[in-house]
């Protein structure tokens, strides 16, 4: 009976919110996505749909997501759900509604990205708010959704989940200078979090692999072009490949988009 009461509320909600996942289709491959509003998610929303995925893409504020909409308005696969990748109650709720759909290929990309004023400055600059919240969205958020999601991919025929890192937090090849404090920090701990997950991971037959997007130039237009910087689609083109031929082989491996070769950590 409680059960049937939480079944009932959770569809009563689900309606509410828009969150009915009627434009997915059964026989085509599923991917979720974080931080699909802008930059390199959005490019993801883009690509997937091209190659005719049903797509579940979040965004922090789906009302002001203009772009995604217009993607989704073209594509009744796109499902757009709202989603703070720190809200961990919220995880589990979209976990709950989506308890019946499998997810082949679940996408980490929502970042706190070094975009804000005191990102480049050195150490009596740090914002240490900016440090703590970098935490939350960039390590305990992707952990929180893997943890969440982990039976819906385990359910896919792909079963993958694949964690969008970054380079700027390799202690190998990272910038050898102090820059991106909380960033680069929040990435190396998100690391960890993925390397020992992938202990847990082929348990459930999933394949986990971090990969790092290269730099991309996502910043809004009119913002300064960041040098040598790639345009999102030859970053994304290069990663759906990559994950497309990711094997078994590749779990717990933090991969380069360019080719696909290790990046220490
Ligand atoms: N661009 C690069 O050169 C580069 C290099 C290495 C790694 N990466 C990684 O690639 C990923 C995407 O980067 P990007 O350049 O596309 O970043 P971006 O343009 O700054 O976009 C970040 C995305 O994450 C979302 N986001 C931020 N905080 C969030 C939260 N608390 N909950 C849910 N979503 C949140 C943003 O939503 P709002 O619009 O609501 O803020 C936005 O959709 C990030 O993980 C980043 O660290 C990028």
């Given at each position: 009976m409680r059960n049937l009461i939480?079944?009932?509320l959770l569809l009563f909600l689900s309606a509410l919110s828009g969150t009915v996942n009627?434009?997915?289709?059964?026989?085509?491959?599923?991917?979720?996505?974080?931080?699909?509003?802008?930059?390199?998610?959005?490019?993801?929303?883009?690509?997937y749909s091209i190659l005719d995925w049903n797509?579940?893409?979040?965004?922090?504020?789906?009302?002001?997501?203009?772009?995604?909409?217009?993607?989704a308005s073209e594509d009744s696969n796109i499902i757009i759900e709202q989603l703070d990748v720190t809200d961990h109650t919220r995880i589990d709720w979209l976990a709950d509604i989506y308890a019946d759909q499998a997810?082949?290929?679940l996408l980490s990309n929502a970042g706190l990205t070094p975009k804000y004023v005191s990102a480049f400055k050195r150490v009596k600059g740090i914002d240490f708010n900016m440090a703590t919240k970098s935490f939350e969205v960039n390590a305990s958020g992707p952990l929180k959704l893997s943890q969440a999601f982990m039976k819906h991919v385990a359910a896919s025929q792909q079963k993958k989940i694949i964690i969008i890192s970054s380079k700027a937090a390799s202690f190998e090849l990272g910038p050898k200078m102090p820059m991106m404090y909380s960033?680069?920090?929040?990435?190396?701990?998100?690391?960890?979090f993925m390397y020992t997950l992938s202990f847990e991971a082929p348990k459930q037959g999933i394949?986990?692999?971090?990969?790092?997007?290269?730099?991309?130039?996502?910043?809004k237009p009119g913002g300064i072009k960041i040098?040598?910087?790639?345009?999102?689609p030859e970053s994304v083109a290069k990663m759906i490949a990559l994950i497309d031929r990711l094997t078994a082989e590749d779990n717990g491996r933090f991969l380069s988009f360019a080719d696909g070769s290790d990046i220490g950590w």
């Open positions: 939480n079944g009932l009627a434009g997915l289709e059964a026989d085509k491959p599923t991917v979720l996505i974080t931080g699909a509003n802008r930059g390199i998610g959005l490019e993801f929303v883009r690509q797509i579940i893409a979040t965004a922090r504020n789906p009302k002001k997501a203009k772009a995604l909409k217009a993607l997810i082949d290929v960033y680069r920090a929040s990435k190396a701990a998100l690391n960890m394949t986990l692999t971090l990969i790092s997007p290269g730099t991309v130039n996502t910043m040098p040598n910087a790639i345009e999102p």
